[in-house]
Structure formats: structure tokens, C-alpha cells
């Protein structure tokens, strides 16, 4: 199991960005993803959880609004997008992989990405 | 908003056991897991639903759950063992809304 994520990007406040996380070595639409933020220097914060099969997205009330989640089950990639970044978006963002499969109630976080750097700054 | 509750550090020498809490009212119903963080590394799943070892961590890792409160237990930590833990679990609204405790600073010295 493994899922890759896309580079590191800067961008300025107000530009749009899609970030992305290739999943391979499983059955990609059968599990939960879930998305992770880690601001500079601080803790894990839960963005929200998605079903690939389905595109059935739950967001954490924290991020509902300002981010979209999606995939792209064909090619076995999630996404992780913004309309209008703020400087505050900036940090690390991991997708992970929920254990058990799709529909039963998402498990822990078994597999994770190698975190993709967002940097926004004018 | 729903809240995990963990101490901010747990310092022990090497070879004691170090044990990191974690509360939250919908504990009693809904799993635990851990995830260990080294400085500049993604986190890694060290327990899931509160007490099973994902195979290739060590036996020292072990998990249990009381209650309104989950802990991570580190029989005769070593000093890799140093690191950030977190622990997570979802919310009781039937959405499974997901939430990460504020984190542990493990310092083994």
C-alpha cells in the first residue's frame, strides 16, 4: 500500500490550487481517505474523509466552505483543492488511509502519504 | 466541537514505561487509535481500535481504553521511541466525523 503525493507548491493569497494523492498496491475506491493539516510547528488537525467510490465527502466544520475533497477513482487519486488561498492555509497536508473498507465506519489511519508542503505568502 | 484531550508532555528514562493519555466523552463508544510523529516524517499508525499493533511495531507499544479515556502505554521506552504521539477518534454524530488530540511530546533522556 502505498499513496504518493504531489510536490510542494507556493502560491499567493487568493490564487487557487489542487493538490493530489495517488494511492496504489490496493483496491484504491474500497477505502476511506482522509485528509490531515499540520500548521508550522503544531498538531494534526482532521480536514475531512471521503469515500472514492461514491465521492461522499465529510468535512470537518473547521475547513466545510473552504476546501473540496475529491477523487478521481479511475486513475485511484484523491485530491485535496482551494478556490482562494489565505496565508493561514499554509503548512503540510497528508492524506491517509482509513482501515476497513467502504461502507462500514471508517477505522484508523494505516497508510499515509509523504505530506505535500503548502507554502502562501504574498 | 468535539475535543480530544491529551497532556502536552510525558518525559521517563530509558527503560521505564511511559504512558500517554488521551480523553473524550465519546470514548466509551467509538475506538482509539495512536499515531507516532518523528521531527519531519509523516505520522505512522502505532495502535488501532484502541489496543491492536499494526504488525512491524514493537511489542513494547500496547493500548487500552476506560471509559472517557484511551491510553497509549510504552513498556521500557527506548530513546527512538521519542517522538509526538497523537491520538484520534471519531465524533458521535453518525457522520464519524474524525478528530486528533492535541498531541504528546514523548522525551526519553
Known amino acids: 500500500v502505498q499513496l504518493v503525493q504531489s510536490r510542494a507548491e507556493v502560491k499567493k493569497p487568493g490564487e487557487s490550487l489542487r493538490i493530489s494523492c495517488k494511492g496504489s498496491?490496493?483496491?484504491?475506491?474500497?477505502?476511506?481517505i482522509t485528509w490531515v493539516r499540520q500548521m508550522p510547528g503544531k498538531g494534526l488537525e482532521w480536514m475531512g474523509r471521503l469515500d472514492p467510490s461514491h465521492s461522499y465527502t465529510i468535512y470537518s466544520p473547521s475547513f466545510q466552505g473552504h476546501v473540496t475533497i475529491s477523487a478521481d477513482k479511475s486513475i485511484s487519486t484523491a485530491y485535496l483543492q482551494w478556490s482562494s488561498l489565505k496565508a493561514s492555509d499554509t503548512g503540510i497536508y497528508y492524506c491517509?488511509?482509513?482501515?476497513?473498507?467502504?461502507?462500514?465506519?471508517?477505522?484508523?489511519?494505516?497508510?499515509w502519504g509523504q505530506g505535500t508542503l503548502v507554502t502562501v505568502s504574498s | 466541537s468535539y475535543e480530544l484531550t491529551q497532556p502536552p508532555s510525558v518525559s521517563v528514562s530509558p527503560g521505564q514505561t511511559a504512558r500517554i493519555t488521551c480523553s473524550g466523552d465519546?470514548?466509551?463508544?467509538?475506538?482509539a487509535s495512536w499515531y507516532q510523529q518523528k521531527s519531519g516524517q509523516a505520522p505512522v499508525l502505532v495502535i488501532s481500535?484502541?489496543?491492536k499493533r499494526p504488525s512491524g511495531i514493537p511489542e513494547r507499544f500496547s493500548g487500552s481504553s476506560s471509559g472517557t479515556m484511551a491510553t497509549l502505554i510504552i513498556s521500557g521506552a527506548q530513546v527512538e521511541d521519542e517522538a509526538d504521539y497523537y491520538c484520534?477518534?471519531?465524533?458521535?454524530?453518525?457522520?464519524?466525523?474524525?478528530?486528533f488530540g492535541g498531541g504528546t511530546k514523548l522525551t526519553v533522556l
Open positions: 465519546a470514548l466509551p463508544k467509538k475506538y
Open positions: 481500535e484502541d489496543s
Open positions: 484520534y477518534s471519531t465524533d458521535s454524530s453518525g457522520y464519524h466525523r474524525g478528530v
Open positions: 491517509a488511509r482509513h482501515e476497513g473498507v467502504v461502507p462500514s465506519p471508517p477505522g484508523g489511519l494505516d497508510s
Open positions: 498496491g490496493y483496491n484504491f475506491p474500497t477505502y476511506w
